[in-house]
């Protein structure tokens, strides 16, 4: 998009301050031709052609790598006049976990024919939304970012050319680097109504889905009065009503509807739910609630061939892998909808075979790729510009990486970022080289594993004495670099430094007596993950690799894996030796996961307690737990 052949950048005042939404105005001549409308805005936009929603959703990017749109809109076009109608909602705070911020803004260009009739610039009517409530900046949860607030009583014509409140636009100064969308746009799907389950009261409605599903709200409403509906939504129900508020998090947005008849979308905040709860301040005549799911497109591969059982949790992981797909791989959709190293590894993974495709994949690492913290580390999510690392989720980064060129056999994108991983990777070996053979837990980082007690990095890990689980992902990183760099040709010594990490690990953590690794010295501890990653990174000889995995299995005073690095026990299980766990896995799989497939939500858990971890905070749809769909094809 040549920004500068036809559209400015321009904002609908000067000084925009964060939870702020613009609305801009335009019109144009249409007499025939495909008509193609390319956008991009800081930080989400809707598009209206003649009042229908024409295009929505900005790809979550950076101010220095800029995403724009291309959306075919001829279907919405109409001989003569017609009337462009868009919505910019601005993030503008940097607490979250889904967003970096830039300058309030947005870009467009309509082209009829391929020429240009319509473009924003100085020129262009805007104004400030009367109906979205401006600068409320309540908060959904830390990660997701902001609720919302509209009023549809507030609403006016000016989606088709009536016109209250507005005035030219004022430009603004920046000039980034565009780059068109690495991967599909979303699609909507019919909406999914809420069937009523329960009447609190005449004013309290609870509203049941079905099973889990992701999109935007609908509202259809007739009123007597107008008045503000609260809607809370979540997974499930605590003690007959949602559990709008877990601790900090209120999981709720507001909807003002008018006398008569309301139909309202809201086209910018997704919700994950199955329950959706309306309180009213006063009965309602009617009221109709929905999700329209919002879905990236994909295509189903073959299945091996599976039991009944096996199909219901093939069934559960597939829905979960795409209720995890947005612009990007979300670890949750009702919690927190963001990009994870770690976690969008395991997505990824399963993707290709659930899947088939890899330009989602593709589009994910490179967004990783363009993270810019001054120390050299991945940032805990993606985009983002908290100061929040994980160090451990740098190295999973490696893993992926590799996978994907397996996949896909795509050099070109790998020596692309072959930098960026060589930059990342020279922390830790710098790290290495200050602290001696094996490394220590990062400083002023979250320190973690994984959610067991001791891995979790909350308040635990001892920084003055190095940690079996980030040596052993070291160690696996370096090889999986390795297995890069000779890919692409490249000279190395990653594969080197890799086999005198894993001796130094035997020396360091290896306790002879137990015939186990420790995950420290310090404050003794045995774990499941650490011993698997012992195995996996070669620090076990392939002889005692079978004994470990024998008392990994059996040994009650290990700490457990939990469900998101079950793929490490497994893996560790069939590196020593696949005939005789194959079965075992695959078993183990059935008692893990039957138990979601019954409890009826659709979709697989965050960790095995479901809505009771994390204090009632569990997920019921988490990304990272559709595993059995990669051992079930390379298993069966």
Request: charged share 25%.
């Amino acid at each position: 998009m040549n920004q500068s052949e036809c559209a400015k950048w321009i904002w609908c005042a000067d000084g925009a301050q964060a939870d702020e939404y613009g609305e801009f105005y335009s019109s144009f001549i249409y007499s025939g031709g495909k008509a193609e409308l390319m956008i991009s805005a800081d930080s989400n936009y809707a598009v209206y052609l003649n009042g229908a929603l024409a295009a929505f959703g900005q790809y979550a990017d950076y101010p220095y790598d800029k995403i724009y749109d291309t959306a075919d809109v001829t279907s919405f076009c109409r001989e003569g006049e017609n009337h462009l109608a868009v919505v910019v909602w601005y993030y503008g705070i940097h607490t979250t976990s889904v967003y970096y911020p830039g300058n309030a803004a947005v870009m467009f260009a309509l082209t009829c024919a391929g020429k240009c009739v319509c473009a924003s610039s100085a020129d262009t009517l805007s104004r400030k939304s009367p109906a979205y409530a401006q600068h409320r900046k309540k908060i959904l949860t830390g990660q997701l970012g902001l609720s919302f607030l509209y009023d549809a009583a507030k609403e006016d014509a000016w989606k088709t050319g009536g016109l209250q409140g507005f005035s030219r636009s004022a430009p603004v100064a920046q000039a980034l680097p565009l780059r068109k969308r690495p991967c599909e746009r979303l699609i909507l799907e019919r909406p999914v109504y809420g069937k009523l389950c329960k009447t609190a009261s005449q004013s309290d409605l609870i509203f049941d889905l079905g099973i889990n599903t992701v999109g935007f709200l609908k509202i259809e409403a007739v009123s007597e009065r107008a008045q503000t509906l609260l809607i809370s939504y979540g997974e499930h129900l605590a003690d007959g009503v949602v559990r709008r508020r877990i601790g900090s998090r209120d999981f709720s947005v507001e909807i003002g509807v008018r006398r008569g008849e309301t139909v309202y979308m809201n086209p910018f905040r997704r919700l994950g739910c199955k329950y959706i709860e309306v309180q009213s301040e006063f009965p309602l005549k009617e009221i109709r609630v929905s999700i329209v799911p919002t879905v990236y497109p994909v295509r189903e591969k073959e299945r091996p061939r599976l039991t009944a059982a096996q199909k219901a949790i093939y069934d559960i992981c597939e829905r979960t892998l795409r209720l995890c797909m947005h612009e990007h791989y979300e670890d949750c959709p009702w919690r927190e909808q963001a990009l994870y190293a770690m976690d969008s590894r395991n997505q990824m993974l399963c993707g290709y075979y659930a899947f088939g495709e890899t330009r989602f994949p593709r589009a994910n690492l490179e967004l990783m790729s363009r993270d810019d913290r001054a120390d050299g580390l991945l940032s805990i999510c993606y985009p983002i510009r908290m100061d929040l690392v994980i160090p451990s989720f740098s190295l999973h980064y490696f893993t992926a990486c590799a996978e994907y060129l397996r996949y896909s056999g795509d050099e070109d994108f790998l020596r692309g970022i072959y930098p960026k991983l060589q930059s990342v990777l020279s922390v830790f070996l710098s790290k290495m080289e200050k602290e001696g053979d094996v490394i220590f837990p990062f400083q002023g980082c979250w320190n973690f594993y994984e959610w067991r007690g001791g891995l979790d990095g909350n308040g635990s890990t001892d920084l003055s004495e190095p940690d079996l689980i980030l040596n052993g992902l070291l160690s696996i990183a370096l090889q999986r670099m390795a297995e890069i760099s000779d890919r692409l040709g490249a000279d190395h010594a990653y594969g080197a430094a890799a086999a005198a990490l894993n001796a130094s690990i035997r020396t360091v953590f290896y306790d002879s007596e137990r015939e186990l690794f420790r995950d420290r010295n310090g404050k003794i501890t045995y774990s499941v993950l650490g011993n698997s990653i012992a195995v996996l990174c070669g620090a076990c000889e392939k002889e005692r690799a079978v004994s470990l995995c024998e008392a990994m299995k059996r040994d009650a005073s290990l700490i457990p894996i939990s469900l998101s690095m079950k793929c490490f026990f497994y893996d560790a299980c069939l590196h020593a030796d696949r005939e005789r766990y194959g079965a075992w896995i695959l078993d183990d799989i059935g008692r893990c996961y039957l138990p979601m497939v019954e409890y009826g939500v659709g979709t697989v858990w965050e960790t095995e307690l479901g809505e009771r971890d994390f204090n009632g905070a569990g997920s019921l749809c988490h990304g990272w737990s559709a595993l059995p769909i990669y051992y079930y094809h390379t298993l069966l």
